[in-house]
């Protein structure tokens, strides 16, 4: 009776791993199709704001799956924004230092450091039954590696230099607004019901990192062999 129930959950890993495996991203890609200087502040901001949460959803599918990552281990909503918020203060962090040139972290390296760090954080969760309170400050580190991420698609859009500051700020808000739409969405299809649950650790945990790991690790690869 086990046996017959874990046979769905390799599937559903299985299935997952191949869908964005053979999925085409690459056919999405950001455009800045607008004249900035003909539209108003505010006109500018939600346009940048639209931009970062676009960055997430449906574009940023490596952030998607660390915010995930994140979320499958302890789902409860308060845990989840503790981390959410140790990640968006530290790339909050870098997205301005390299915006303002202060640093030039090398883009093909952080790509591949992003994938490495989904490697992580799925890996914990399959061998770890509970949430850590070291998790927040490896989260930490991973966001600061992200924000070089979110900073090299910013710099790809450019921005304007008569509203520089607003746009940057914009843009972060947009990032925020899409990984919280994907905590919402994680919380409402699987932690509400499930989170308590004597099983949710074997059969909903580990099989989704497993797909999640498959992933990020052959991006690790591919990233790391393109370097």
Avoid at 67 to 77: D, T
Avoid at 130 to 135: D, F, G
Wanted: proline letters at 4%; a positive charge.
């Amino acid at each position: 009776m086990n046996k017959g129930k874990r046979i769905p959950l390799f599937q559903m890993a299985a299935a997952v791993f191949l869908l964005l495996f053979f999925f085409p991203f690459d056919l999405f890609a950001h455009t800045m199709s607008y004249d900035l200087s003909k539209l108003s502040k505010t006109g500018i901001g939600w346009i940048y704001l639209k931009l970062g949460f676009t960055h997430i959803l449906p574009y940023g599918y490596d952030h998607v799956l660390f915010v995930l990552g994140i979320f499958f281990l302890n789902p409860h909503l308060k845990s989840v924004l503790w981390q959410a918020t140790a990640f968006t203060v530290a790339h909050s962090i870098t997205i301005g230092l390299a915006m303002y040139g202060l640093i030039k972290p090398p883009g093909s390296v952080i790509e591949a450091i992003i994938a490495l760090s989904i490697v992580f954080v799925a890996v914990e969760n399959i061998f770890t039954t509970e949430l850590k309170w070291w998790r927040v400050v490896i989260v930490f580190c991973f966001g600061l590696v992200h924000g070089c991420g979110f900073a090299s698609a910013l710099t790809q859009l450019g921005l304007p230099q008569n509203d520089y500051l607003l746009s940057l700020v914009a843009f972060n808000i947009g990032v925020e607004l899409g990984q919280v739409t994907v905590i919402l969405v994680a919380y409402f299809a699987v932690g509400r019901w499930f989170a308590e649950k004597q099983w949710y650790h074997r059969r909903i945990v580990v099989p989704a990192s497993l797909a999640i790991g498959m992933i990020a690790l052959y991006w690790t690869i591919e990233r790391t062999l393109s370097i």
